[in-house]
């Protein structure tokens, strides 16, 4: 047993009596969030992922608690104000580690969404080639599982394939179940038209032609916002990153040639700038313009 599964089988032995036995698993909360793990690749049941959240919450709290007493303890020096913000620290990290969790299946279901959405117009194009090749339609999807670079869409033709060969689903039940998986609108109903068009006997290839040539037509409108939105993102980092660092670093300047601030307190607001805001900032800039990116096969 890994560590994984040995720190979920704690949780549920610590909390699941306590979750089960007050139903806190079928307050409103926690029903929207249930529906959300089914599209965000975390293979829990919505028990277990609460006494994950609860284990993470109190072991936060538990050492957090003395390494906070201690570090303010070396600065002030007074035992209870320490041990009183470091149990009032504590806390407020186990509600920012709850509401984390809550949010957590969210944030990667938004982001598997982006990814499908993103590499669905040349998944798209792939498969409308081996359509016009008359290739079966459980074969189209078989290849294009083969492909790691078409990513999420891979995955999912994957799950379809073995569906349909080892489990012995019919290939149209097998493309609903995707559908009913998938966090993507534009996925779910390229499946459904698929379905659709082979239960009415209409032209495949026709279909996932003109479906091809609307989703690349949204992809060039997400290229065009995607640099509108890196023009910005640089004009705000050198405006307010690069020259407001520069700004305070000579009025820190000016401040230590009138004499109006200890020496200490200067070098330490230069040091901040140099080895914290600076670094911070683009650090931050990096991850903001990777989010945004679109994907490329």
């Known amino acids: 047993m890994d560590v994984k599964k040995q720190i979920i089988a704690l949780s549920y032995k610590l909390f699941g009596?306590?979750?089960?036995?007050?139903?806190?698993?079928?307050?409103?909360?926690?029903t929207d969030l249930k529906e959300e793990l089914k599209f965000s690749n975390i293979h829990l049941s919505?028990?277990?992922?609460?006494?994950?959240?609860?284990?993470?919450?109190?072991?936060?709290?538990?050492?957090?608690?003395?390494?906070?007493?201690?570090?303010?303890?070396?600065?002030?020096?007074e035992v209870f104000f320490g041990l009183f913000l470091a149990i009032f620290g504590s806390f407020f990290l186990c509600v920012v580690v709850c509401v984390g969790f809550y949010f957590l299946p969210f944030m990667l279901k938004g982001e598997q969404n982006k990814r499908i959405d993103d590499i669905l117009p040349f998944a798209m194009s792939y498969l409308t080639i081996m359509a016009g090749s008359q290739n079966p339609s459980v074969s189209?999807?078989?290849?294009?599982?083969?492909?790691?670079?078409?990513?999420?869409?891979?995955?999912?033709?994957?799950?379809?394939?073995?569906?349909?060969?080892?489990?012995?689903?019919?290939?149209?039940?097998?493309?609903?179940?995707?559908?009913?998986?998938?966090?993507?609108?534009?996925?779910?109903?390229?499946?459904?038209?698929?379905k659709s068009t082979i239960e009415a006997g209409g032209d495949l290839k026709s279909y996932l032609k003109d479906t091809t040539k609307e989703l690349m037509a949204f992809y060039k409108i997400r290229l065009e916002?995607?640099?509108?939105?890196?023009?910005?993102l640089t004009e705000m980092y050198l405006t307010a990153v690069i020259v407001g660092s520069i700004f305070l670093l000579v009025i820190s300047v000016i401040f230590s040639v009138i004499g109006t601030a200890s020496n200490e307190l200067i070098i330490s607001m230069q040091l901040a700038i140099v080895i914290l805001i600076l670094p911070a900032s683009s650090a931050g800039f990096i991850l903001i313009e990777r989010g945004i990116a679109p994907a490329q096969a």
């Open 140 to 194: 189209m999807f078989k290849t294009i599982s083969r492909f790691d670079e078409y990513g999420e869409v891979s995955d999912e033709a994957k799950k379809i394939v073995a569906e349909v060969e080892m489990m012995g689903l019919n290939f149209k039940d097998a493309l609903s179940n995707a559908a009913k998986r998938t966090p993507s609108k534009k996925f779910k109903n390229i499946l459904e038209g698929i």
């Open 17 to 30: 009596n306590l979750i089960e036995k007050n139903e806190i698993d079928k307050i409103s909360l926690c």
């Open 225 to 232: 916002k995607y640099e509108n939105q890196v023009m910005l």
């Open 46 to 77: 919505l028990i277990e992922y609460l006494c994950v959240a609860l284990f993470c919450s109190c072991a936060c709290f538990v050492i957090s608690t003395p390494i906070i007493s201690v570090f303010i303890l070396l600065i002030t020096e």
